[in-house]
């Protein structure tokens, strides 16, 4: 998508309001907000709708191509793509067509290019809808909303898991310990979400840290040092939060 052509800015002076400001200033996400990749080689697009749709309640992840959004798709499991058409190398069409063989995720794809030719090539490339440039972000969220609808719904996570004398409670984020709470930072409440929801399984540091601000892996090592200081009797020598040596880390809960 070209950024002279391609302006996916709001067509009038209506502007999203933010679900709730963190502290940080930030808005605050939903513990378990749909997870959305956008791929667009170009940055300034990448950054307006990564922006509206953290706005909207989406955790947003990006790629500046079809490579980029591959390793991304290696590392986190995503519920809906938003893929631009016209990249450089492999174009959107090209790389719709090569996922659709091994992956059933929603992809809404954007274009410049309207007519019904190319609507047709889109949808016999198995994208799930389309939507023409330029476009306002509210119809992108409206778009997005109607294909998580008629998508699947996700697999069920289990609604706590129990390790010790701990229960963690996936839908609310929360920590107990023998019926007393258990404070958790954010940060911390976020990692032992994603080793909840697999329990036993290893998860890698970068998936860990994300591609949010702040994310890197060495800052990991620290949240979850921290987090074991709360839940281990031997933070040294760990029960439940187990490093997995070259992979990352697991949580190991009660059969």
């Known amino acids: 998508m070209s950024g002279a052509d391609a302006d996916p800015r709001p067509q009038s002076s209506s502007a999203p309001q933010a679900a709730g ?8 996400l939903a513990i378990d907000a749909y997870h959305v990749l956008v791929v667009d080689d170009d940055r300034r697009i990448r950054d307006l709708l990564s922006r509206y749709l953290r706005q909207q309640g989406y955790r ?4 500046s191509g079809a490579r980029e959004a591959r390793g991304r798709l290696s590392i986190f499991i995503f519920d809906l793509i938003v893929l631009d058409v016209m990249m450089p190398g492999e174009n959107g069409i090209d ?25 047709v090539l ?15 972000p509210k119809e992108l969220a409206l778009r997005i909303a109607s294909i998580l609808r008629r998508a699947a719904p996700r697999e069920e996570a289990p609604g706590s898991v129990r390790f010790g004398p701990f229960e963690f ?31 036993g399984e290893a998860i ?7 591609d949010g601000p702040g994310g890197n892996e060495r800052t990991i090592d620290v949240q979850v040092n921290r987090l074991r ?27």
């Open 21 to 28: 400001p963190s502290p940080t200033g930030a808005p605050e």
């Open 95 to 119: 790389f719709a067509r090569a996922l659709r063989k091994d992956s059933d995720v929603p992809i809404l794809m954007l274009t410049a290019r309207a007519d019904a030719a190319d609507r």
């Open 122 to 136: 889109g949808l016999e490339a198995g994208v799930d809808d389309y939507l023409a440039k330029p476009f306002e």
């Open 169 to 199: 409670d996936l839908a609310r984020g929360e920590l107990m310990r023998e019926g007393e709470a258990v404070r958790l930072s954010e940060s911390e409440r976020r990692i032992l979400l994603m080793l909840a929801r697999a329990p």
């Open 229 to 255: 200081r709360k839940i281990e009797a031997d933070p040294a020598d760990p029960r439940f939060l187990q490093t997995a040596r070259g992979a990352g880390y697991r949580l190991v809960t009660d059969r």
């Open 204 to 210: 890698s540091r970068e998936a860990l840290a994300g």
């Open 60 to 63: 947003v992840s990006t790629a």
